[in-house]
């Protein structure tokens, strides 16, 4: 992820981008991140493949598109099982990608062992977002905290996490309400978060 998170700070992309794993808190974050840094608001060049709804000669037809008045052309492809399934055709196309194209895969599950995702390793910047540790959560919730001008014991950050488990766009939300119940008071205790967290 360090890799990834310096290629947004550069402005230096890799060609390819497969983002997969089981947070999608995370997989959605760096989705938007990577996408908003290389076309912006840009429509025109960028296109969007959801699910098996489509052909991988459609894909490749919109990739041999040049861009219109940019240097880059993008295409985010998000759960397609590319990485479970075999897609010789799109693999063989990942060899030979024109100058202004970009690829971003957003993937759940994939398969480790698969030509496609060898060759995306290979070529591309591969990043896995599995759920994250209690100890990088607490940091994570801290962090927000302190933006919002609130402290919370150990233990009850704890009990926080407890009832909120390790999803990271469940405890994004909790957060959220916990924030608003608490907004007149700088110390977040025990009694909040048993009276607005589920």
Do not use: H
């Amino acid at each position: 992820m360090q890799r990834l998170i310096q290629d947004l700070k550069s402005g230096d992309f890799k060609k390819i981008y497969l983002l997969y794993g089981q947070e999608a808190y995370l997989r959605k974050q760096y989705k938007d991140k990577l996408k908003e840094a290389m076309i912006g608001d840009d429509t025109m060049n960028f296109s969007y493949y959801e699910g098996k709804d489509f052909t991988v000669g459609e894909v490749i037809d919109q990739a041999e598109t040049m861009p219109f008045f940019a240097e880059r052309r993008i295409i985010l492809m998000e759960n397609t099982g590319f990485f479970k399934n075999q897609c010789p055709e799109l693999t063989e196309y990942l060899n030979s990608l024109p100058d202004y194209l970009y690829l971003l895969f957003v993937e759940e599950e994939v398969d480790k062992r698969s030509k496609m995702f060898k060759t995306v390793k290979q070529i591309g910047r591969v990043v896995d977002f599995s759920v994250q540790d209690e100890k990088t959560l607490m940091r994570w919730v801290l962090g927000i905290l302190k933006r919002e001008g609130k402290q919370i014991t150990q233990r009850d950050m704890e009990r926080f996490l407890s009832k909120t488990g390790t999803d990271m766009s469940n405890i994004e939300k909790e957060l959220e309400k916990l924030l608003c119940y608490t907004m007149d008071r700088s110390v977040i205790t025990g009694e909040d978060i048993d009276a607005v967290c589920t």
